[in-house]
């Protein structure tokens, strides 16, 4: 009787869902109802804004590291049955863990890097001559170019993906009253505790890794010239400064190499004397190994842009300006750019290439160059036995 009651609740259920609470909440999931199964949708990234992301983009950062304490060493003496005089048997403590500051190509600010690191300390030593474990190590992740500064001195730069640097090593464990057993002491009482770990002030300062920079005034349309060869996706609008952090676009080819693009932020007049963003962008151009400078062609003499550009990059580093690079003149769609385009020619001996970010006219020309800039590139770091950095 009770089996037919059942059968009949469970049949009535399904012909007469239970409707939804009261509020509009779903119920928990049910295999009965549509209505009230989960939503199983994946939830779309949230996208944050540019000046968002600036909160999230940090390129300094001071931290404090300590090593893990040692471990101190063991006391205690052997004993059991009809071994009265075992001796000593005091193990050695555990040696404290490091902090190791780790490249990680995944981390791209240092805004997950906390104030304050400290290893794992060391056990003590046990009985029976038993050592204590050592402390765990403790990794920060960092962005791939990482420069680690001590007392304004330069100790570490992290340039390729996976390269480590002990930031504070930790202490050495202590001796248990075993390691002062000698011929003259058969009963040594003496152990050294564990020793303190290494502690250092270290300033990370994070300089983008890539292979080209974008350098140019502001509204120049390096975002949009970004965008347009890679998918990067920087903010785009009409009025200057919209970049606010360095961006890097990936440019892929067919045979499968890619070459990385940096988007510096928009320099002004004066920003070697840290005028408008100052040099707060300009230490991320020092890791690009050709540049790429973007000039307005629709303003009048476009060619001193490019003449305040180099001065910039002289006045903040010499020799920056005369590294491998190439003159794009962009906003070639407006009549104006195609009158000063042969004024630019005239006036400068480097080769420029005119083109759209907007409309996507003579693209094929800069990708082309740009593979010509990369590929001497490697054979020059070949050449000189190093290996060539790669996205």
Same mark, same amino acid.
């Not at 990234?45 to 600036?54: A, F, P």
């Not at 490091?98 to 500051?101: D, Q, S, T």
């Given at each position: 009787m009770e089996t037919r009651d059942r059968r009949r609740f469970l049949s009535a259920l399904l012909l007469n869902p239970v409707p939804l609470p009261a509020g509009g909440r779903q119920a928990p999931f049910s295999t009965t109802c549509v209505r009230c199964s989960k939503n199983r949708?994946?939830?779309?990234?949230?996208?944050?804004?540019?000046?968002?992301?600036?909160?999230?983009?940090?390129?300094?950062?001071?931290?404090?590291?300590?090593?893990g304490q040692g471990g101190a060493g063991g006391h205690s003496f052997h004993s059991e049955p009809r071994k009265v005089f075992g001796g000593p048997d005091g193990g050695n403590g555990g040696d404290g863990g490091?902090?190791?500051?780790k490249a990680d190509q995944q981390v791209k600010s240092l805004s997950s890097v906390l104030p304050f690191y400290q290893g794992f300390n060391g056990e003590r030593g046990g009985r029976k001559n038993c050592y204590g474990a050592n402390g765990a190590y403790v990794y920060v992740k960092v962005p791939v170019g990482t420069l680690v500064k001590e007392d304004g001195e330069v100790v570490a730069d992290l340039t390729r993906h996976g390269e480590e640097y002990v930031a504070a090593y930790g202490g050495a464990g202590g001796k248990g009253n075993r390691f002062f057993l000698s011929n003259e002491n058969r009963a040594p009482t003496l152990f050294t505790p564990g020793e303190p770990g290494q502690e250092r002030v270290l300033h990370l300062e994070l300089k983008t890794t890539a292979h080209a920079g974008l350098v140019g005034f502001p509204n120049a349309g390096k975002s949009s010239l970004l965008r347009a060869i890679s998918n990067a996706r920087p903010a785009v609008a009409a009025y200057p400064f919209t970049t606010l952090n360095p961006h890097v676009g990936v440019v892929c080819y067919q045979d499968y190499e890619q070459v990385a693009v940096a988007d510096i932020p928009g320099l002004i007049k004066g920003a070697h004397q840290n005028r408008g963003l100052g040099m707060a962008f300009l230490r991320h151009i020092e890791r690009c190994r050709f540049l790429l400078y973007v000039v307005d062609l629709s303003v009048s003499q476009p060619w001193i842009q490019l003449q305040d550009? @180099?001065?910039? #990059?002289?006045?903040?580093?010499?020799? $920056?300006?005369?590294?491998?690079?190439?003159?794009?003149?962009? @906003?070639?769609? #407006?009549?104006?750019?195609?009158?000063? $385009?042969?004024l630019l020619r005239e006036q400068i001996d480097e080769r420029v290439i005119a083109l759209s970010a907007l409309t996507g006219d003579n693209l094929e020309e800069l990708f082309l160059h740009l593979?010509?800039?990369?590929?001497?590139?490697?054979?020059?770091?070949?050449?000189q036995g190093q290996s060539p950095v790669k996205w």
């Open positions: 949708r994946l939830r779309q990234k949230r996208v944050i804004s540019e000046r968002k992301l600036t909160r999230y983009f940090v390129d300094h950062r001071k931290v404090r590291v300590v090593g490091h902090v190791i500051l550009l @180099k001065y910039e #990059l002289e006045q903040y580093k010499k020799g $920056l300006s005369e590294r491998p690079s190439v003159v794009i003149g962009n @906003k070639i769609d #407006l009549t104006e750019s195609r009158l000063n $385009l042969p593979r010509e800039l990369y590929n001497t590139y490697v054979k020059t770091e070949q050449s």
